[in-house]
């Protein structure tokens, strides 16, 4: 499909929206100051650090709460209902706000709102939000915020849109050492279950040379981890001159020391040839989070997956031969409608089958103009919260000792922070993209060392350096 991408004289206009914003807000008493939070998955926290990098260009600095802000923006999350629960709860929490400082702006933005229902919803409840925005106009965010400063109106803007690619925003990254870099947007798959399409658009893909010269820019400001982000990475490039495993490999020929990461892996397209690259790689993480959702053929084809249990195992088998330390992960769903106890038995024994390092599990979430949304439900809630403590439990007896291999190994590991428990605990993470605490000076933060492997916790490793 051919790709949508955003105009240089559309991205010179918002540059233009941005200086007024700037020149607005200028006129404050102090410098203003937004609050931002991110819901949901990685695509939205990328999202906001463009959202903040234009922000930042429009003169704001930044606050970790929204009692002083002059700006509230949330991103939101449609996947799961409790995840959209949670935002209407958090702008109800800013009424007093708004009433104690009624210039303060709160915009509501992503993928809930993209939703006409939700949005009116939105606009009904709290009219004292400013500004609502979907998914597709987030690169014309200074332009709408400037309209809110000029005219004071409520701005809802929410096009319908198979989706765009806004390549050259200013971004503001969470991280000096980790930063993420979407290829992709979209998705074209239509799991029966998901809201992703419906508010996302269309799969569409960055061009290779762009995400090159990004991920080398980045190596050389330092950068150390790279999360490569796509609904569904196996994807990548379809119809182009690079797919998803030649866009690897053109990545594994930088030079530095990085590791790049991605996700998600759509088993449905997860071919020999990217697990082949990854254990040739110098630089791809050992980490494959590959969700199954279902150990029943029978739901995995209701889900509309294209996949069955015995292509994923072959997968699974497939990359832990070729990657003996892979950290192979999934996602869960339970209670998918019409999924009977004996359906639900088989993807306890898909787990025990696969092992996996951890996984994400899921209730099953009803989300409005999805197929499955139609689709008879017929077990009780209280049934499938039985079910899920009964998949947490199986987890955790595999998850118990999943790490237990890695004992007695040395591993290289990027320094990524302070620990928890006690002054000098640092905390970093290892090819696999596992957790690993170990003792050692602040300045190493940033930087990659050896860790021997003393002890395998649940969630975590523990060891100590043995070199820098
Ligand atoms: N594109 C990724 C893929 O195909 O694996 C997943 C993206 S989705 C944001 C992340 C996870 O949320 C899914 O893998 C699925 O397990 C879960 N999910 C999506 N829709 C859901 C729903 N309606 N109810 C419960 N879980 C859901
Ligand atoms: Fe949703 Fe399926 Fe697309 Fe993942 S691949 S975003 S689960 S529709």
Redesign the pocket.
Known sequence: MAVTRVSNEELDDQRLFMQRVRAVTHVFDHRPLAYTHSYG?QQNVSDSEKLDGMLEQMGFGFTDKPDNADLVLYNTCA??ENAENRVFGNVGALKHLKQRNPDMVIAVCGCMVQQEHIAERMRQRFPYVDLIFGTHVQHRFPELLYSIYEKRNRVVCIPESDGVVAEGLPIRRDSRFKASVPIMYG?N?F?T????PKVRGRERSRSADEIVSEVSGLIAEGYREILLLG??VNSYGKGGDTDFPGLLRKLDALDGEFVVSFM?S?PRDCSHELIDVIADSRHISHHLHL?V?SGSDRILKLMNRHYDTAKYLELADYARARIPDIQLTT???VGFPGETYEDFKQTLDLMRRVKYDSA?T??????EG?KAAEMDDPVSDEEKGKWFRELLDVQGEIGEKAYEKYVGRTMRVLCEGKGRTYETLLTGKSRQNIIVDFAGEESLLGSFVDVKITKALPWALKGEITAT
Do not use: A, E, G, L
């Open positions: 998955c996947v799961r998705c798959n799991c279950f998901c809201i992703v609904q569904n998600t759509h969700p959702q996602d869960i769903i994400f899921f209730i099953y979430s009803r989300r999805t």
